[in-house]
Protein backbone atom coordinates (compact mmCIF):
# COMPACT_ATOMS: atom_id res chain seq x y z
CA UNK A 1 0.00 0.00 0.00
CA UNK A 2 1.25 4.06 -0.55
CA UNK A 3 2.29 6.00 2.15
CA UNK A 4 -1.03 7.60 1.28
CA UNK A 5 -2.97 4.35 1.70
CA UNK A 6 -3.86 3.96 -1.14
CA UNK A 7 -3.69 1.21 -3.66
CA UNK A 8 -2.35 1.71 -7.27
CA UNK A 9 -3.36 2.18 -10.81
CA UNK A 10 -2.56 0.93 -14.39
CA UNK A 11 -1.25 3.90 -14.87
CA UNK A 12 1.63 3.51 -12.53
CA UNK A 13 2.76 0.35 -14.11
CA UNK A 14 5.99 2.23 -14.98
CA UNK A 15 6.98 4.01 -12.32
CA UNK A 16 9.60 2.62 -9.72
CA UNK A 17 8.56 0.07 -7.78
CA UNK A 18 11.14 1.51 -5.28
CA UNK A 19 9.23 4.54 -4.27
CA UNK A 20 6.24 2.42 -2.79
CA UNK A 21 7.80 -0.30 -0.96
CA UNK A 22 6.65 -1.02 3.11
CA UNK A 23 9.70 -0.01 5.14
CA UNK A 24 7.28 -1.39 8.23
CA UNK A 25 8.76 -4.88 7.84
CA UNK A 26 10.34 -7.14 10.14
CA UNK A 27 13.63 -8.53 9.39
CA UNK A 28 15.35 -10.73 11.56
CA UNK A 29 18.96 -11.98 12.18
CA UNK A 30 20.17 -15.22 11.33
CA UNK A 31 21.68 -15.76 14.23
CA UNK A 32 18.99 -15.20 16.70
CA UNK A 33 17.33 -17.99 18.26
CA UNK A 34 13.84 -17.65 18.36
CA UNK A 35 13.78 -16.15 21.90
CA UNK A 36 15.57 -13.32 20.68
CA UNK A 37 14.05 -12.63 17.44
CA UNK A 38 10.22 -12.49 19.49
CA UNK A 39 12.02 -9.97 21.74
CA UNK A 40 12.72 -8.24 18.61
CA UNK A 41 9.66 -8.24 17.24
CA UNK A 42 8.16 -7.09 20.56
CA UNK A 43 10.40 -3.95 21.04
CA UNK A 44 9.54 -2.78 17.19
CA UNK A 45 6.46 -1.15 15.51
CA UNK A 46 5.58 -3.01 13.28
CA UNK A 47 3.05 -2.21 10.58
CA UNK A 48 -0.40 -3.68 10.51
CA UNK A 49 0.12 -6.37 8.13
CA UNK A 50 2.82 -8.82 8.32
CA UNK A 51 3.00 -11.33 5.76
CA UNK A 52 6.71 -12.77 6.02
CA UNK A 53 9.73 -12.78 8.52
CA UNK A 54 12.51 -12.16 6.44
CA UNK A 55 16.17 -13.03 8.11
CA UNK A 56 19.05 -10.70 7.36
CA UNK A 57 22.72 -11.22 7.91
CA UNK A 58 24.78 -8.92 9.89
CA UNK A 59 24.99 -6.74 6.63
CA UNK A 60 21.77 -6.49 6.26
CA UNK A 61 21.83 -9.39 3.34
CA UNK A 62 18.35 -11.18 2.61
CA UNK A 63 19.45 -15.02 3.36
CA UNK A 64 16.03 -16.36 3.73
CA UNK A 65 12.16 -15.99 5.09
CA UNK A 66 11.14 -17.84 8.29
CA UNK A 67 7.53 -18.96 7.63
CA UNK A 68 5.57 -17.68 10.51
CA UNK A 69 4.48 -20.95 11.55
CA UNK A 70 7.86 -22.64 12.23
CA UNK A 71 8.69 -19.58 13.80
CA UNK A 72 5.64 -19.72 16.63
CA UNK A 73 6.30 -23.60 16.70
CA UNK A 74 9.91 -23.90 17.31
CA UNK A 75 11.70 -24.24 20.29
CA UNK A 76 12.69 -20.94 21.77
CA UNK A 77 17.05 -21.59 21.36
CA UNK A 78 16.52 -22.72 17.57
CA UNK A 79 18.62 -20.35 15.27
CA UNK A 80 16.31 -18.76 12.77
CA UNK A 81 19.30 -20.10 10.81
CA UNK A 82 18.41 -23.45 10.83
CA UNK A 83 14.28 -22.88 10.30
CA UNK A 84 14.32 -20.45 7.86
CA UNK A 85 13.86 -21.49 3.80
CA UNK A 86 17.06 -20.36 2.10
CA UNK A 87 17.34 -18.28 -1.17
CA UNK A 88 13.33 -16.79 -1.48
CA UNK A 89 12.39 -15.11 -4.74
CA UNK A 90 13.25 -11.36 -4.44
CA UNK A 91 12.43 -8.32 -6.69
CA UNK A 92 15.31 -6.06 -7.90
CA UNK A 93 15.90 -2.68 -6.56
CA UNK A 94 15.15 -1.33 -10.17
CA UNK A 95 12.19 -2.99 -10.98
CA UNK A 96 8.89 -1.03 -11.59
CA UNK A 97 5.88 -1.79 -10.51
CA UNK A 98 4.94 -3.34 -13.48
CA UNK A 99 7.76 -6.10 -13.17
CA UNK A 100 6.26 -6.67 -9.55
CA UNK A 101 2.56 -7.21 -10.67
CA UNK A 102 3.81 -9.18 -13.40
CA UNK A 103 5.68 -11.50 -10.67
CA UNK A 104 3.09 -11.32 -8.42
CA UNK A 105 0.69 -12.95 -11.23
CA UNK A 106 3.43 -15.76 -11.86
CA UNK A 107 4.11 -16.77 -8.26
CA UNK A 108 0.67 -16.37 -6.60
CA UNK A 109 3.04 -14.87 -3.56
CA UNK A 110 1.69 -12.19 -1.03
CA UNK A 111 4.56 -10.12 -0.72
CA UNK A 112 8.37 -9.78 -1.88
CA UNK A 113 11.27 -8.81 -0.57
CA UNK A 114 13.10 -5.95 -2.91
CA UNK A 115 16.70 -6.11 -2.66
CA UNK A 116 19.71 -4.00 -4.29
CA UNK A 117 23.11 -5.63 -6.60
CA UNK A 118 24.58 -6.81 -3.48
CA UNK A 119 21.43 -8.65 -1.50
CA UNK A 120 20.30 -5.69 1.15
CA UNK A 121 17.25 -5.89 1.75
CA UNK A 122 15.11 -2.05 1.27
CA UNK A 123 11.97 -2.86 1.33
CA UNK A 124 8.90 -5.02 0.43
CA UNK A 125 6.34 -4.68 -2.17
CA UNK A 126 2.85 -6.02 -1.00
CA UNK A 127 0.62 -7.53 -3.16
CA UNK A 128 -2.03 -4.87 -1.88
CA UNK A 129 -0.64 -1.99 -3.33
CA UNK A 130 -1.51 -3.67 -6.59
CA UNK A 131 -4.73 -4.54 -7.11
CA UNK A 132 -5.48 -2.34 -10.23
CA UNK A 133 -2.08 -3.42 -11.55
CA UNK A 134 -3.22 -7.05 -11.21
CA UNK A 135 -6.79 -6.78 -12.80
CA UNK A 136 -5.27 -4.94 -15.64
CA UNK A 137 -3.00 -7.81 -16.30
CA UNK A 138 -5.15 -10.67 -15.80
CA UNK A 139 -7.55 -9.50 -18.31
CA UNK A 140 -5.01 -8.42 -20.77
CA UNK A 141 -3.24 -12.03 -20.44
CA UNK A 142 -6.73 -13.26 -20.83
CA UNK A 143 -7.28 -11.56 -23.92
CA UNK A 144 -3.68 -11.67 -25.59
CA UNK A 145 -3.74 -15.42 -24.95
CA UNK A 146 -7.76 -15.34 -26.82
CA UNK A 147 -6.57 -13.32 -29.79
CA UNK A 148 -3.18 -15.45 -30.08
CA UNK A 149 -4.41 -18.48 -30.79
CA UNK A 150 -6.12 -16.90 -33.42
CA UNK A 151 -2.71 -15.78 -34.64
CA UNK A 152 -3.50 -11.97 -33.77
CA UNK A 153 -1.43 -9.65 -31.48
CA UNK A 154 -3.16 -7.56 -29.37
CA UNK A 155 -1.83 -4.37 -29.39
CA UNK A 156 -3.63 -0.80 -30.16
CA UNK A 157 -3.40 1.52 -33.05
CA UNK A 158 -1.74 -0.73 -35.70
CA UNK A 159 -2.16 0.58 -39.01
CA UNK A 160 -3.28 -1.33 -42.01
CA UNK A 161 -0.17 -2.38 -42.85
CA UNK A 162 1.15 -3.29 -39.38
CA UNK A 163 -1.61 -5.38 -38.91
CA UNK A 164 -1.48 -7.20 -42.48
CA UNK A 165 2.73 -8.02 -41.06
CA UNK A 166 1.04 -9.37 -37.86
CA UNK A 167 -1.34 -11.33 -38.86
CA UNK A 168 -0.63 -12.89 -42.79
CA UNK A 169 2.35 -14.94 -41.10
CA UNK A 170 -0.11 -17.17 -38.97
CA UNK A 171 -2.63 -17.26 -41.85
CA UNK A 172 0.00 -18.93 -43.89
CA UNK A 173 -0.06 -21.74 -41.69
CA UNK A 174 -3.83 -21.98 -42.57
CA UNK A 175 -3.06 -21.83 -45.93
CA UNK A 176 -0.12 -24.31 -45.82
CA UNK A 177 -2.12 -26.70 -43.99
CA UNK A 178 -5.13 -26.70 -46.29
CA UNK A 179 -2.72 -26.84 -49.55
CA UNK A 180 -1.22 -29.58 -47.38
CA UNK A 181 -4.75 -31.17 -46.58
CA UNK A 182 -6.16 -30.65 -50.10
CA UNK A 183 -2.92 -33.32 -51.53
CA UNK A 184 -3.40 -35.46 -48.90
CA UNK A 185 -7.03 -35.54 -49.92
CA UNK A 186 -5.80 -35.79 -53.93
CA UNK A 187 -3.92 -39.15 -53.01
CA UNK A 188 -7.22 -40.78 -51.96
CA UNK A 189 -9.39 -39.57 -54.90
CA UNK A 190 -9.94 -43.13 -56.24
CA UNK A 191 -10.71 -44.55 -52.85
CA UNK A 192 -13.74 -41.12 -52.77
CA UNK A 193 -14.34 -41.93 -56.02
CA UNK A 194 -15.28 -45.49 -55.30
CA UNK A 195 -17.16 -44.61 -52.11
CA UNK A 196 -18.37 -40.60 -52.64
CA UNK A 197 -19.95 -41.34 -48.83
CA UNK A 198 -16.74 -40.56 -47.30
CA UNK A 199 -16.59 -37.12 -48.48
CA UNK A 200 -19.71 -36.24 -46.71
CA UNK A 201 -18.22 -37.08 -43.26
CA UNK A 202 -15.52 -35.08 -43.87
CA UNK A 203 -16.39 -31.53 -42.24
CA UNK A 204 -17.56 -33.31 -39.00
CA UNK A 205 -14.38 -35.32 -38.73
CA UNK A 206 -12.25 -32.40 -39.33
CA UNK A 207 -14.10 -29.98 -36.60
CA UNK A 208 -13.95 -32.59 -33.89
CA UNK A 209 -10.53 -32.52 -34.21
CA UNK A 210 -9.58 -28.88 -34.49
CA UNK A 211 -11.77 -28.38 -31.24
CA UNK A 212 -10.57 -30.85 -29.40
CA UNK A 213 -6.86 -29.48 -30.07
CA UNK A 214 -7.94 -26.11 -30.01
CA UNK A 215 -8.83 -27.01 -26.35
CA UNK A 216 -6.05 -28.91 -25.04
CA UNK A 217 -3.70 -25.77 -26.33
CA UNK A 218 -6.05 -23.27 -24.10
CA UNK A 219 -5.77 -25.74 -20.98
CA UNK A 220 -2.21 -26.09 -21.50
CA UNK A 221 -1.03 -22.50 -21.93
CA UNK A 222 -3.55 -21.90 -19.09
CA UNK A 223 -0.65 -24.18 -16.71
CA UNK A 224 2.33 -22.73 -18.47
CA UNK A 225 1.07 -19.61 -17.03
CA UNK A 226 1.20 -21.14 -13.08
CA UNK A 227 4.39 -22.86 -13.40
CA UNK A 228 7.98 -21.75 -14.15
CA UNK A 229 8.93 -20.61 -17.83
CA UNK A 230 10.81 -23.31 -19.92
CA UNK A 231 8.73 -26.30 -17.69
CA UNK A 232 7.69 -28.95 -20.06
CA UNK A 233 4.20 -30.05 -18.93
CA UNK A 234 4.47 -33.21 -16.58
CA UNK A 235 3.52 -37.02 -17.66
CA UNK A 236 0.68 -36.80 -15.08
CA UNK A 237 -1.09 -33.87 -17.03
CA UNK A 238 -0.18 -35.16 -20.63
CA UNK A 239 -1.99 -38.74 -19.71
CA UNK A 240 -5.02 -37.19 -18.21
CA UNK A 241 -5.50 -35.38 -21.39
CA UNK A 242 -5.03 -37.57 -23.57
CA UNK A 243 -7.93 -39.95 -21.57
CA UNK A 244 -10.16 -36.90 -21.82
CA UNK A 245 -9.49 -36.59 -25.25
CA UNK A 246 -9.85 -40.51 -25.62
CA UNK A 247 -13.48 -40.49 -24.23
CA UNK A 248 -14.59 -37.69 -25.71
CA UNK A 249 -13.69 -39.23 -29.49
CA UNK A 250 -15.37 -42.65 -28.18
CA UNK A 251 -18.71 -40.21 -27.54
CA UNK A 252 -18.71 -37.77 -30.49
CA UNK A 253 -17.03 -40.98 -32.34
CA UNK A 254 -19.92 -43.31 -31.67
CA UNK A 255 -22.46 -40.49 -32.37
CA UNK A 256 -21.12 -39.54 -36.00
CA UNK A 257 -20.66 -43.04 -36.55
CA UNK A 258 -23.97 -44.14 -35.29
CA UNK A 259 -26.09 -41.98 -36.87
CA UNK A 260 -23.68 -42.24 -40.75
CA UNK A 261 -24.33 -46.41 -40.49
CA UNK A 262 -28.20 -45.73 -40.10
CA UNK A 263 -28.36 -43.19 -42.66
CA UNK A 264 -25.88 -44.86 -44.92
CA UNK A 265 -27.35 -48.66 -43.61
CA UNK A 266 -23.49 -48.92 -43.50
CA UNK A 267 -21.68 -50.49 -40.23
CA UNK A 268 -18.44 -50.74 -41.68
CA UNK A 269 -19.00 -46.70 -42.69
CA UNK A 270 -19.63 -45.89 -39.24
CA UNK A 271 -17.09 -48.03 -37.91
CA UNK A 272 -14.33 -46.23 -39.62
CA UNK A 273 -16.25 -43.03 -38.66
CA UNK A 274 -16.20 -44.01 -34.87
CA UNK A 275 -12.36 -45.13 -34.88
CA UNK A 276 -10.70 -42.45 -37.30
CA UNK A 277 -12.88 -39.59 -34.86
CA UNK A 278 -11.29 -41.00 -31.51
CA UNK A 279 -7.93 -41.37 -33.05
CA UNK A 280 -7.65 -38.06 -34.19
CA UNK A 281 -8.83 -36.43 -30.85
CA UNK A 282 -6.09 -38.56 -29.30
CA UNK A 283 -4.01 -37.20 -31.30
CA UNK A 284 -4.95 -33.44 -31.48
CA UNK A 285 -5.13 -32.99 -27.81
CA UNK A 286 -1.32 -34.79 -27.10
CA UNK A 287 -0.23 -32.15 -30.18
CA UNK A 288 -2.02 -29.45 -28.08
CA UNK A 289 0.00 -30.28 -25.32
CA UNK A 290 3.20 -30.56 -26.52
CA UNK A 291 3.60 -27.74 -29.02
CA UNK A 292 2.67 -24.83 -26.85
CA UNK A 293 4.86 -26.48 -24.15
CA UNK A 294 7.84 -27.46 -26.58
CA UNK A 295 7.48 -24.18 -27.82
CA UNK A 296 7.98 -22.25 -24.16
CA UNK A 297 10.91 -24.41 -23.56
CA UNK A 298 12.75 -23.07 -26.79
CA UNK A 299 11.65 -19.95 -25.41
CA UNK A 300 9.27 -18.85 -27.91
CA UNK A 301 6.21 -17.24 -27.55
CA UNK A 302 3.65 -20.75 -27.06
CA UNK A 303 0.69 -18.22 -27.51
CA UNK A 304 1.02 -16.98 -31.19
CA UNK A 305 2.25 -20.00 -32.46
CA UNK A 306 0.78 -23.24 -31.16
CA UNK A 307 -3.05 -22.04 -32.62
CA UNK A 308 -2.59 -22.21 -36.13
CA UNK A 309 0.33 -24.76 -35.97
CA UNK A 310 -1.47 -27.57 -34.38
CA UNK A 311 -5.09 -26.89 -36.20
CA UNK A 312 -2.73 -27.59 -39.70
CA UNK A 313 -1.59 -30.70 -37.67
CA UNK A 314 -4.93 -31.85 -36.49
CA UNK A 315 -6.37 -31.94 -40.34
CA UNK A 316 -3.65 -33.88 -41.47
CA UNK A 317 -3.30 -36.17 -38.95
CA UNK A 318 -7.44 -36.70 -38.91
CA UNK A 319 -7.47 -37.23 -43.09
CA UNK A 320 -4.67 -39.61 -42.76
CA UNK A 321 -6.59 -41.48 -40.21
CA UNK A 322 -9.94 -41.44 -41.76
CA UNK A 323 -8.70 -42.07 -45.09
CA UNK A 324 -6.15 -44.75 -44.23
CA UNK A 325 -8.97 -46.98 -42.48
CA UNK A 326 -11.29 -46.57 -45.41
CA UNK A 327 -8.65 -48.34 -47.62
CA UNK A 328 -8.08 -50.85 -44.76
CA UNK A 329 -11.56 -52.00 -44.47
CA UNK A 330 -11.60 -51.32 -49.19
CA UNK A 331 -14.62 -53.23 -50.54
CA UNK A 332 -17.02 -53.16 -47.19
CA UNK A 333 -17.44 -49.90 -47.93
CA UNK A 334 -18.14 -50.40 -51.78
Not at 128 to 133: A, H, K, N, Y
Not at 207 to 218: G, M, P
Not at 245 to 265: D, E, K, N, S
Amino acid sequence: MRADGATLSHKHLHEPLFAHLRRDFPALLASHTVAEALASLRAKALGERIIYFYVVDEEGRLVGVVPTRRLLMAGQDERLESLMVPDPITLPAHATVGDASEMFLEHRFLAFPVVDSGGVLHGVADVGMFTGELSGLAERHSAEDAFQLIGIHLVAGLGPWAGFRDRFPWLLANVGGGLMAAWVTSRYQSLLDSVVVLALFIPVVLALAESVSIQSVTLTLQSLHDRQAGLLPRGRSLTKELGTATLLGLGCGGIVGGVAGLWQRDVPLGATILVAITASMMTASVLGVLLPATLRWLRRDPSIASGPIVLALADLATLLFYFNLAGMLGDRLR
